[in-house]
């Protein structure tokens, strides 16, 4: 069980926080102050979940803090600020995600469970890193921006090809419609999730019926056996 470490003085947005995310199999840590998240061990957690504004100081130096030892968890900012400036504020101090107040459960647990996905393949060897991917006779040219089926050049749109990309990147794993909304259109721009069902028809009509998999209560994978 992926454990989390929420720093947040507020004590509804904590209460709750904190349930959505135990109903969702992560084990969580709640802190009410800078002073608390430091009797923890970061290394401990798989992510964190950090407020900007904490009783006894501001949330982006305890980032700072963090990454200064040499800490790489993925960290999301929770702050009500909207101003364009203090996002990149807090990215450039290390953050990976920043989410604005208020906001949706669903959508910051599809945000937490990108950052960690995303952590665990950047330090695997996966087959995401490969400039061409080859799964029998779908290739997908990352450079040229290319699909091929059965020796057959397709035309696909940007959001069409980044889609399917992120699929064969992972063949066979189950992605939600929520993370592929983040991944493909990201949050800037979010779609409704009817936009993932409407690309899958498209993409099937170009490749194929058989290679997107539709995953019950879940999303799509594409379907890849050696």
């Known amino acids: 069980m992926d454990k989390i470490l929420i720093v947040e003085d507020d004590e509804s947005l904590g209460t709750s926080l904190k349930q959505y995310l135990s109903d969702e199999s992560f084990e969580i840590t709640w802190a009410k102050s800078i002073a608390e998240a430091k009797e923890q061990t970061v290394d401990d957690y798989k992510l964190l979940i950090l407020d900007w504004m904490l009783p006894d100081g501001q949330g982006i130096d305890f980032l700072k803090e963090i990454r200064g030892e040499g800490k790489k968890q993925p960290v999301i900012m929770l702050t009500a600020r909207t101003d364009l400036i203090d996002k990149v504020i807090g990215l450039e101090s290390g953050a990976s995600d920043y989410i604005t107040k208020p906001f949706e459960p669903r959508e910051l647990v599809a945000r937490v469970r990108v950052q960690i996905r995303d952590k ?15 799964l029998r006779d779908l290739i997908i040219d990352s450079i040229q921006r290319i699909v091929t089926v059965a020796e057959k050049q397709v035309e696909f749109t940007k959001m069409e090809f980044d889609f399917l990309k992120l699929l064969a990147e992972s063949p066979n794993r189950a992605f ?10 990201g949050y800037e721009n979010y779609p409704t999730t009817r936009t993932v069902d409407t690309h899958v028809l498209q993409i099937r009509q170009k490749i194929g019926e058989d290679w997107i998999e539709t995953v019950r209560g879940i999303g799509y994978r594409l379907k890849f056996e050696e």
């Not at 950047?122 to 890193?129: G, I, L, P, V």
């Not at 939600?176 to 259109?185: A, F, G, Y």
């Open 120 to 134: 665990v393949e950047s330090q695997s060897d996966a087959t995401n890193t490969a400039e061409v991917l080859t």
């Open 176 to 185: 939600s419609r929520e993370e592929i909304l983040n991944k493909v259109w």
